[in-house]
């Protein structure tokens, strides 16, 4: 029965057809009026993903380019630390070993100030 035609049925009252015909033409119609706002919809939804899509994209590259460019800062920094201590290590070390000849400077100083005094009270007795 549904593929016939309701002018097809037989023994049906006129009116009865007409309202069945409009019945058929209002979902018909409602169908169309559904997939096109069906359509539409999916339209909209393709270009919100591209869009959130191209950001997701862009975010990410700004994610990479930022961690790139910590990671370099960082390394820079460390290397600058470790040269700076390298540095001063190296001052250090070598104050002392300064520190270290200028103290057996100065005990050789006071072991000839000592003996030049014993010699002048050795002499003076």
């Known amino acids: 029965m549904s593929n016939l035609k309701p002018e097809e049925w037989k023994n049906i009252p006129a009116c009865i057809i007409t309202a069945l015909k409009e019945i058929l033409k209002h979902i018909t119609d409602s169908d ?4 096109e706002y069906q359509q539409k919809s999916n339209e909209r939804l393709y270009r919100l993903q591209e869009q959130i899509t191209g950001l997701k994209d862009r975010i990410k590259n700004q994610y990479t380019k930022i961690t790139n460019d910590m990671e370099g800062r960082f390394k820079t920094t460390d290397d600058t630390i470790l040269e700076k201590f390298n540095e001063f290590d190296k001052d ?5 070993s300064t520190f270290e000849q200028n103290k057996a400077k100065l005990r050789r100083l006071q072991d000839l100030i000592t003996n030049k005094f014993r010699r002048i009270e050795d002499s003076q007795v």
């Open 32 to 35: 169309e009026v559904l997939f």
């Open 92 to 96: 250090v070390k070598g104050n002392a």
